[in-house]
């Protein structure tokens, strides 16, 4: 047998800023559904995903939770594993930059860089916020030099930094663009990127000294390895590009086809950085880059911060995975912007699910119980609306390949769904009933319910990459065997007997918009009353009971010395020995208010290192989006319990 040709798929590696919104999601559903495609069409497939997880912001967040950036970035990992799980995406791998696999192909890669003189020392300069201890960029601060985060004043600061040397690629990188035209799609954003190197490239900083969660540069481990270098090698390091045997990378990089998606905002990293640091280090680039749109909302861009962001939880558990795969899939064109909309993916689901393509199914189903006790076969009794429906169903079937080739699932999709409109016209024009009544049309009505029901698989099989659950039951009502479901069987006549099921339960139930919507928007977190955080689960008095709370004396207290966030308390508990709690408050008291607080501590949280400095516990305060207070105790003593 001949080998298969090779498939490797990849999204981003995503950013462990939250939940998962529709935009990342949308990107990963994506190269589900290639993945689904080209592995029916023969491909021996790879998909790959996962987490960027180094960085100055996860740093702080984590300190924000109380918990130790490594525990921050393993839950936000597990979250998102669960949600692709709830949708269904089938990866192969999901990779973590603070996996030790990846770790060493980042630090031998620096090394190897380094001594080929692609990677020198230099320094940093930009505009520098004290408190979020982070750099920003002469555009992110704007024409006030406001920190983008936090709105305070930034300072112009200098740093010592490795540098990527993009200059010397650059000329090499516009050839490889130029003579590889499809490279990157769509083509105007690959116009957009030749400009940008026409512009001249600057040398990329790649490492950081002022914060350690980071992979360390080994020759110089003050250093961290900043952002890209550091991202972008996942797409190698997952395939264990160093291994002794490289099998996964031999397979799948030097394989027949490598494709990374990306969002727009994030093109030109792929589109420069990643190809340079290939070139530098002498890996073929084999890979093609897709960069698509936005999903948008009404009122503008998703925005997190905002609190304008959608996530698709709350559709998929009330309306069904599939309805939710279908709409997002389809409503954003190739390369271009989407909106996404409740009451259009209210109506989405409606129009084409539940009356065109569930009806579709629903009446077939009916018809061949009725008129032929659940058994129709393929009849010599070929009518023009036969021949019809044939021509165009080979022709969808042409149409479909062609532009999920292209990567256009939502032309694909429109190409199915013209399929199913016009199956449902040929029902109204062949007229099965008015056929019922008349013994000397049999054949021919037999052989109209056998188009109905083969145009149906056939559709299951193009439907089956975006929605598997919905084509999966519509062979089981069809009762089509596996065999019959392949790429190859997408033929008419293929299946040339059906018994199909006594009764469908309609895929898709319609719905009532006006109730839906109103669902929609109590259940919305944005919508509901402002900044009232929603109730977490409920939990038991068990629960609550394995916290040990108790009263402590903050007897000395001083600011973190790397970390202006923080402020570093020793506490009495009443115990042998007080204890050292590093708390993030240092924005809201200064350390001499702190001394002398009769506080409440959380005595049996496990001991973490906050930026060097070892933290026993925490201390309770309340907040909001302005401010922070401690909470105090007046006459009870050091070790008194608090329940
Ligand atoms: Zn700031």
């Not at 949308?26 to 589900?32: A, N, W």
Request: glycine residues 6%; contains cysteine; proline residues 5%.
């Amino acid at each position: 047998m001949a080998q298969s040709k090779t498939f490797y798929i990849t999204t981003p590696i995503y950013y462990p800023s939250g939940k998962m919104h529709i935009g990342n999601a949308y990107t990963t559903l994506f190269c589900d559904v290639l993945k689904r495609y080209k592995s029916a069409q023969g491909y021996d497939t790879y998909y790959l995903t996962g987490m960027d997880e180094h960085g100055k912001k996860v740093e702080s967040a984590a300190l924000e939770a109380g918990l130790s950036a490594q525990d921050h970035v393993d839950q936000i990992a597990e979250d998102t594993k669960a949600l692709w799980s709830l949708m269904d995406i089938e990866y192969d791998d999901f990779i973590r930059t603070t996996e030790k696999r990846h770790k060493t192909v980042v630090q031998t890669f620096f090394e190897q860089l380094l001594k080929q003189k692609d990677i020198y020392l230099g320094h940093y300069e930009g505009h520098y916020c004290m408190h979020c201890e982070s750099f920003f960029t002469e555009t992110q601060v704007g024409e006030d030099h406001l920190c983008p985060d936090c709105g305070r004043p930034t300072q112009i600061l200098q740093e010592e930094s490795y540098f990527l040397k993009l200059s010397k690629y650059s000329k090499k990188l516009h050839d490889f663009i130029t003579e590889n035209p499809d490279f990157i799609q769509p083509e105007s954003r690959r116009n957009e990127v030749l400009s940008f190197i026409e512009g001249g490239l600057n040398d990329l900083s790649v490492s950081r000294t002022t914060f350690d969660w980071g992979i360390k540069v080994v020759s110089d481990p003050k250093h961290v390895v900043y952002v890209w270098l550091d991202a972008l090698t996942n797409y190698v390091s997952a395939l264990g590009v160093l291994d002794q045997d490289p099998m996964l990378f031999d397979k799948y990089w030097n394989g027949d086809e490598v494709l990374h998606v990306v969002g727009k905002d994030i093109l030109r990293f792929h589109a420069i950085y990643w190809p340079i640091m290939l070139m530098a280090l002498d890996i073929p680039i084999t890979f093609k880059l897709y960069a698509h749109g936005w999903y948008m909302m009404k009122d503008g861009k998703m925005s997190k911060s905002k609190g304008g962001a959608i996530y698709p939880e709350p559709f998929i558990k009330r309306y069904g995975l599939d309805a939710m795969r279908y709409y997002m899939m389809r409503e954003l064109p190739f390369g271009g912007d989407g909106l996404f909309a409740p009451d259009a993916f209210l109506e989405r689901t409606n129009f084409d699910l539940a009356n065109d393509f569930g009806n579709l199914l629903n009446r077939s189903v009916a018809m061949v119980n009725q008129y032929f006790a659940g058994e129709v076969a393929q009849k010599n009794a070929q009518t023009p609306f036969d021949t019809e429906l044939e021509a165009k169903v080979e022709q969808t079937v042409k149409t479909y390949d062609h532009l999920m080739d292209a990567y256009k699932p939502a032309d694909a999709l429109g190409e199915v769904f013209s399929l199913i409109s016009r199956a449902n016209k040929y029902i109204d024009e062949t007229t099965p009933w008015v056929l019922a009544k008349d013994p000397a049309q049999k054949d021919v009505l037999e052989d109209t319910l056998y188009h109905l029901v083969e145009s149906l698989r056939i559709i299951g099989i193009l439907l089956h990459p975006v929605m598997p659950e919905a084509a999966s039951q519509l062979f089981d009502y069809l009762n089509v065997s596996s065999d019959h479901q392949t790429f190859e069987s997408r033929v008419f006549g293929h299946h040339p007997i059906y018994r199909v099921a006594k009764k469908v339960t309609p895929l898709f139930p319609r719905l009532d918009v006006e109730k839906e919507l109103a669902h929609l928007k109590d259940s919305s977190p944005a919508k509901k009353a402002p900044k009232i955080e929603p109730l977490k689960d409920e939990i038991l008095i068990d629960d609550f009971a394995k916290l040990d709370l108790r009263v402590g004396v903050v007897i000395a207290c001083k600011a973190h010395e790397n970390a202006d966030r923080l402020l570093v308390s020793t506490v009495d508990l009443g115990e042998e020995k007080p204890r050292q709690i590093v708390s993030g408050i240092a924005g809201h008291y200064s350390p001499e208010a702190m001394v002398g607080k009769k506080v409440i501590v959380v005595a049996n949280l496990k001991p973490v290192t906050l930026r060097g400095e070892l933290s026993e516990g925490m201390l309770l305060a309340g907040s909001n989006a302005k401010a922070l207070e401690v909470v105090e105790l007046k006459t009870l003593n050091p070790g008194d319990l608090v329940k």
